[in-house]
């Protein structure tokens, strides 16, 4: 609650008039804000304006950051609901919504979207629909998107208020309409911009129907008129158009432009593009002047000298002109115009209207340049500001400047031209820096209403080049003034026809003051109007007449005293002035009701010049001046505050001029209060107006759907403005693109030079090189001619030489041939000698052959006579002993072929031998291979004899074990029964019976006994029952020791006995038929018992003479023998009495003899 | 190698598909087709093959030495060995130590221990250990053969057998096994080691009785073959091959004589797997016997 009421002061203080408390309570408000996300605060904030106005809360709530958007738009919402309240919530929405916050996106979510199309629908309040059309409008290109699915509520909304302005079914007062075909007018051109295709298909369907054609014919076809085909309709299609891709790459302020963009109207329509070359040239031509003007109030005025003389610097001109020419007096009625133009400017500049509240503004140090006499009826003024804060009058006034500039023509133009603008400004050193510095503080004035004055330049150009036209007889003009008129003048004639009607609609500051129906209605009369202009006026004026309280109304705007009647009965005269100078404008673009007084007023002070008219003009800024410097506290208290701020220049123009204007409003309504009702009443009662009353009401609506609009175009131009600056990056890239171009270019003709001077220097190289070549040419065939005889020389010298060479060669050749006979005949020389020398030697040895022949020969004769003698013996001697020798030849013969026949024997011999050792051998192999499968057979044999003796053992051995097992059964059962008798009979029974068995034992075999009872001791041994040593001692000892021995021990004893005579017994049958052999020999047929025999023979060392034979008997018997081998060996075991266990033994051995004799055998048959 | 080649050439994908010892039946008739029946073969072949059972117990019995080589005297050994057997019972049921009543598997181990001459004195006296070897074996026997002589000179030609001829190795077998488990799981044997479980596995039941009453007569006859042809490593790898495949629960169980337990309680399902696995891994670490057919 504390909060509450704390809150509850702070919104008494957020209104405070110290400008420190308001900064700090709004600080704190908007903490809260930051710290705080609950609705309380908002919603408060809400209710405290929509009770109070309160300024500082619209500026809170119009900041509200993101958290806060709901409920701010709820309670809006909230509030719309209700009637009574709908009107100050749609302009709070309105405010908020141009700040364009950052959460604009959210709109078209909220529910207050709904609820205002649904006002929108179903209002009857005209301001209320204007206003929240203009919300709407303001809100569609921030939701382009997004807005769509309401695309047929915008478009019911446009179909119904259209045909509102028709039919006006609330029979509310015109000049309300006119508000409401402005807004609808700019919500066709945003809807047609935005969505063409659906629109059009919209207007297609809605007007065809025939109750809406008349509605078509008489609103929505104008508004046609002055919009061209939209590209979309040609290449886009209803569903193209509502596609988010196109909008999502367009920012708030291209959609604005967008829809600008298809607007014929030169004043709403961009000039971005070459849509409209006509425009865009005019727009080139002016826009110098549109800048300038921004500059100054001044230059509103003088552009239009501007484009006369195409000087920029018109300024200081028109502070010349007015020094210069300086008193009306001296002045033509033509100069009075002159000086009643600076007034006019000081009335339509924004800075006059600003004055009006503000007083520090420019126009003071204007009006102060211009003349400082005469403030004191102007200060009067301003303490009553009335009606004069109202932008009414500013668009009333703005048409004059180019007629009077006209004017101005015709007088100050040789004075122009003997001092050029740029020279002027010098002749005046202690101005310059108050022009300069009243433009800059106009400059900012001159932002908030850019709008009016561009209008006012555009509109006014064409009629200002139509006077030029009239005048251009009467008036002497430089060539480029003419030039550019021209020019100018056929842009504007070719557009004047659109033109004209543009005025009336484009800009809402003409429609504000100016009843748009009528400029309607008036269109035909802008020719004429154009030529004539002070003289169509009446006409324009009388065709007006409706207007009624509105043309009473304005006219003591227009001259700033709108109270006090005299003031306006002198100021008539100027209103008369402007009218009839301005008529052309006023009927063309302003064809607004208050021409009926004007042209009445006119009738008496048209003639008139005011003489201290220029005085007003200069006396309003100074005042403001004073106003300034002294800081009076005689103004209201809101001027005050406003005036703070403006000397503190901390809040911005625009905020400025909001609050003039409400501030204003506020005031003309305590003013109108204040009047007494009579003249109030006598002014509109007398054209037949509304009731007071009403009118106050209508007024004030009036002026709040004139705020309405002023905000709405304020948006609309920041939107240009941002689109401004965005342009002019890309100008700027474009002129620096421009230059690199035309500095590449520059550079492409340097080089192209560079080319053409090289072309030429290589021709000339050219020319010099073919001359240069024909010396050479002429020179290179002298020298081969001279090679060539040269040549021919050489040859001939080279013939020569080879004939000489040819020479030398044969005389050579003769010196060698004769060289080759000299030594010839050395050779032969040589030759000869030796010959000579080997000659006489033959000769010397022939001699000494020939003695030695001699000697031989007398030899020769000696030993052939020696042989006759020796052959004279030899005759002498014959024998016979041929006889001897045949003889001993035949005896050799003889022995020869004996010799030939043994030999022929041994041969024969030999051969059969061999044959024979083949035989034997092949019969050997045979035996050999017989003799190997024999033992193989053998070994097999024996193998499997083996294995079946080892069965047989086995078995033997089993039958052991049976019969140990049964001679143990068998001990253990006499055991048993000896003890039973033992228990029975006495102890003499048995001594006897023990007795009886000694005496038993003893009769039998002593040998056999102990054997046998060896043996089965030996068995009771292995069956692991111990026994004493000495048992198998003698049985005598055992019969005592028996006696001796225990009963138990006697048991035993007796046990081995019995056992040893049972198998004694056993054991006797065998032995009986053994004993026969034991004795003798075994038979000589066995094998053993041949082999004992050889033993016995061995021991007996009776030495054998039939060893060989006994071998031999051996191999004959081996093999029969051998079969039987086993059994007779089997039978022959028990032979053995001794030792009945190595019987196998023994067999075995006798087995391994067998095989080792075998092997003998064998051998021995191989041998 | 020339019959090997005449080898009927789907002998490869038999053994693939699982049917182990289509080839070989032929093989091993003809071995057995030879007079003087080659023993050195015989013992390789059945170390490499299972051996088919209808020629089972005679290879068995010529391996064993129960009948000869030469089929001329196997009517005449056998005939021998069953009056033998006969003498035998005949004796001990003289003695009163058998009676008509009294099972087979007593009257073997009642006639083993007539031939061998430990007959007790009596039958109160307690049986000894290689007793009840016997008679462990005798029992598995008895499920394989049917007729009582072939059976208990089987018996006791096998138990003689091992008394003999694996006197020495079968002491040795723990060891081993121990160490082929180290090579092949040594995470298992630690586990055994942590329990102290590796000296109280049931070494009677595997080594000396070679299973008989662990396995089922079906997968023991495969391992009695590799044992009966000289091979009693073969223990060893069964062994090995019951404690891998039983790993699991054997690292669940943390009990030196639950283990045990366990051990000498296998559940029967699955043996003649384990033995043919038993038989890879036996083929594995010692090699396959040559192949001499």
Redesign the interface.
Known sequence: MAQQANIGELFSMLDSSVLLVQEDITAVFKDNLNSDRGPVLVNMLVDYYLENHSQQALQILSTLQEPHDKHLLDKINEYMGKAATRLHTLSLLGHVIRRQPSWKHKLSQAPLLLSLLKCLKTDTDVVVLTTGVLVLITMLPMIPQSGKMYLHDFFGIFGRLSSWCLKNPGHVAEIYLVHLHASVYALFHRLYGMYPCNFVSFLRSHYSMKENLETFEEVVKPMMEHVRIHPELVTGSKDHELDPRRWKRLETHDVVIECAKISLDPKEASYEDSYYSVSQSVSICLQPRQIDPNASPYIDTHSSYGTSTSTPYSTPRLTLSQMQGQLPQILSPQSTRLSTEPQQVTIWSPSAICGMTTPPTSPGIVSSESSQTSSQPYSKYFSTPGGKGTPLGTPATSPPPPCISDDFVHVSLPSAAATPPKKEDKPDPGRPSLSRQQNVINSEKALEVPGSKSSVNLSDLPEFLGCLASDEDSVEKDREEDAISKEISEITTADAEPVVPRGGFDSPFYRTSESLPASQRKPHSVASSVQGHSLSSEPLASSLDKSGPEGARDTPKQAFTPIDRPCVASDESPAGNRVGQSSMETSILTPSPCKVPAKRRMGFGSGQPPSYEHLFEVALPKTAYLFVSKKTEELLKKVKGNQDEDCTSSTSPMEVLDRLIQQGADAHTKELNKLPLPSKSADWTHFGGSPPSDEIHTLRNQLLLLHNQLLYERFKRQQHALRNRRLLRKVIKATALEEHNAAMKDQLKLQEKDIHSLKLSLQKEQARYHQFQEEHDNIVAQLHSQIRQLQHDREEFYNQSQELQTKLKDCRNMIADLRLELKKANNKVCHTELLLSQVSQKLSNSESVQQQMEFLNRQLLVLGEVNELYLEQLQHKHADTTKEVEMMQAAFRKELEKAKFCVQQQSQRLDASQKRIVELESQLSKKDHLLLEQKKYLEDVKIQARDQLQAVESRYKAQKRITQAFELEILDLYGRWEKDSLLKKLDDEKTEAAEAAEERLDCSNEGFADSVAGYSEEAIGRNGETKPPSTRGSSSSKGSSSELSTPEKSQNQRMGQFSSHWEASMLLEPSTSVPLTVGSLPSSKSFLGMKVRELFRNKSESQCDEEGMTINSLSDTLKSELCKDPSMVEAKAPSSPDNPSPSPMNQESSVGQLHIMDYNETHHDHS | MAEDSQRNFRSVYYEKVGFRGVEEKKSLEILLKDD?LDIEKLCTFSQRFPLPSMYRILVWKVLL?II???H??HA??MK??T??YR??YH??Q??RFIKDSTPQVEVFLRMHQ??S?R?P?NLAFPLEPEDEVFLAIAKAMEEVVEDNIDCYWLVSSFVNQLNNKYKDSLPQLPKVLEQYLNVEDNRLLAHLKACSAVSKLPYNLWFKKCFAGCLPESSLQRIWDKVISGSCKILVFVALEILLTFKMKIMALTNAEKITQFLENIPQDNTDAIVSKAIDLWHKHCGTPVHLV
């Open positions: 003087r030495g000869p080589p030469h001329e005297s005449l050994v021998y060995r009056e033998q003498d035998v004796a001990l003289v003695i007539l031939e001459g007959l004195r």
